[in-house]
């Protein structure tokens, strides 16, 4: 009696704990800890303004409230309208003070900030820092004065929504500005006199903005890659772009229509059966359990059929050291490939975990 009772005292516990795991988890009650996708259905939105000091302010507004407003350029909100894309927008239930708005003037240059300082990146072509000629970019921005009788404040002492913040102004005033050319050693005062923006002028600022984005983002992708076959995991592309030879040869034998599904069916019942036969509760802990084994027997059948890991490993130019970094930089770079997905389903069968970190990557 004592025998049998035993293991039901033991599986008691792990069955609640692993049924608990398996339950939807809540939807947050605080949209700051809502996803994008739980905002959507919850009829929420995020959105984003820089206060006269450049601090962040975010806002969940009911996506009813917001009114997008692209052709406007004083500055009132950028509201989330897809998934990573803001655009300016008024949202009617929580409106801004004029004294809390940098104003409309603009000079017509794209900033960044580095270690090293603050940087024009971009002149605009129809604006007041190109046409006077004085200003170009890589220029390095040392202060500022906001107006005539302002005292010239460093902008190292300065965020960058800050120093944006300070050139802003009233149309038709002037600002003035401490510029480093990067071939010269001393510095020049420029006063520009700031004007409206036009709408070709902002949308020609919002692709400048993408497209420094997008190389930021690609150039970061470049340190998870290891440029050889040392990294625990390796990439089913060569440095050239095109597929590694292994998985040339799992896609042929169509690996991912026979390893993952047959293999890991057989291994999985095999352990609900004999393993756990005899264990109350088995057949529930048996898929389970199952699953994992099916998954291990699976891999290990699939990289045989192959050649084995040391032709893997010989057919490898590129390697990772986890699969969520290789899952993100695959993504971003070859995830428009026409064979992307028969790439991914044989990648998946040596790496049973990858398909799931494939999934929630960005």
Known sequence: MTLRIKPVLWLLPLAAALSGCASAPEMPSDPALMSPYQRLDAGLTLCIRHGPVGEEIRIYPQ?????????????????????????????????????DKPGDGLIGASLKKTEEGFFITRLAADGPALASGALSEGDQILATRPSPNDPMLPANDLSLPELIWMIRGAPGSDVTLTILHPDEDSTTDVTLTRALGTEESYLAARQHDTEVKRKAEAESRKELVIRNNTGQFMSPYTSDGVTAEWVNKAINANIGATTGSAVGAVAGAYAANKVLESVPFGSFLGGMIGSKVGKEAGRSTAIDSIGGWEYVRSTSDMSFRSLADMARYLKAEHGSDPNFNDVMTATSQIYPEFATLLAYSQ
Do not use: G, L, M
């Open 63 to 99: 996506k009813t409230a917001v009114t997008y407003v692209p052709e406007s350029f004083n500055y009132t909100w950028w509201c989330q309208t897809e998934w990573t894309d803001f655009r300016q927008s008024e949202v009617s239930s929580h409106p801004i003070a004029e004294t």
